[in-house]
């Protein structure tokens, strides 16, 4: 059985942290070491929040899926915000730090 094979079949999606740890401004694939298997595999996947640190730094985690589960993830995505309220917890904009 192939490994995403294996993974799918216990579980219908994964959580990741959407990036590595801090980062500057400029995108790196080193950054995101989570995401670009999925990309080059051309399967779904969405970030959303999920938390901050203490310093205020917005935190996101990746849902991730196989093939063909975009319905999936977009089910949980709502279903995480009608539950968390995302819209509700705005950090401060850089302006206001």
């Known amino acids: 059985m192939p490994p ?7 579980s219908q999606s994964l ?6 740890g801090r980062t500057s401004r400029s995108a790196r694939v080193s950054a995101c070491p989570y995401a670009w298997p999925w990309n080059v595999l051309g399967w779904p996947g969405v970030n959303v929040p999920a ?3 203490d310093g ?3 935190v996101g985690a990746q849902l991730l899926g196989p093939a063909g589960s975009e319905r ?4 949980l995505t709502s279903q995480l915000n009608d539950g968390l309220r995302w819209i509700e917890k ?3 904009t850089f302006a206001e730090s």
């Open 4 to 10: 995403a094979a294996f993974v799918f079949s216990r």
């Open 72 to 75: 999936l993830l977009i089910s």
């Open 56 to 58: 205020g730094l917005r």
């Open 15 to 20: 959580k990741y942290p959407a990036i590595s």
């Open 90 to 92: 705005q950090p401060p």
């Open 51 to 53: 938390g901050s640190t």
